[in-house]
């Protein structure tokens, strides 16, 4: 059984860092691309970021650009999002997904999903 669980959300004021972790069981990161999204107060879930397999490409959406940054350690089968020079307009739910190959940015690319954690920015 496949299980995406991610941690180290919070609350933090404007300009604070956050480290989110997402531990994968049942699903051997090492062969698959991982990627983060998140998903505001009515709004549409949205991409964050991504990483391939090996960890050589990485991709991010232009609003976090500079901001983030994805890693994994495959040996510990997981998956980092740095987030730094934190805004209020990111915070959301921050969800873990796991993908297949490349650097896709599509929600419906990804088949397996962590149940999320609560990231707030305060002003």
């Known amino acids: 059984q496949v299980q995406l669980v991610e941690s180290g959300g919070g609350w933090v004021q404007t300009g604070g860092s956050l480290r989110l972790s997402c531990a994968a069981s049942?699903?051997?990161?090492?062969?698959?691309?991982m990627g983060w999204f998140r998903q505001a107060p009515g709004k549409e879930r949205e991409f964050v970021a991504t990483i391939t397999s090996s960890g050589a490409f990485t991709s991010y959406a232009d609003s976090v650009k500079g901001r983030f940054t994805i890693s994994r350690e495959n040996l510990k089968n997981t998956v980092y999002l740095q987030m730094n020079s934190l805004k209020p307009e990111d915070t959301a739910i921050y969800y873990c997904?796991?993908?297949?190959?490349?650097?896709?940015?599509?929600?419906?690319?990804?088949?397996?999903w962590g149940q999320g954690t609560q990231v707030t920015v305060s002003s």
């Open positions: 049942g699903l051997p990161v090492s062969r698959r691309t």
């Open positions: 997904a796991g993908g297949t190959s490349g650097v896709p940015m599509a929600v419906g690319e990804y088949a397996y």
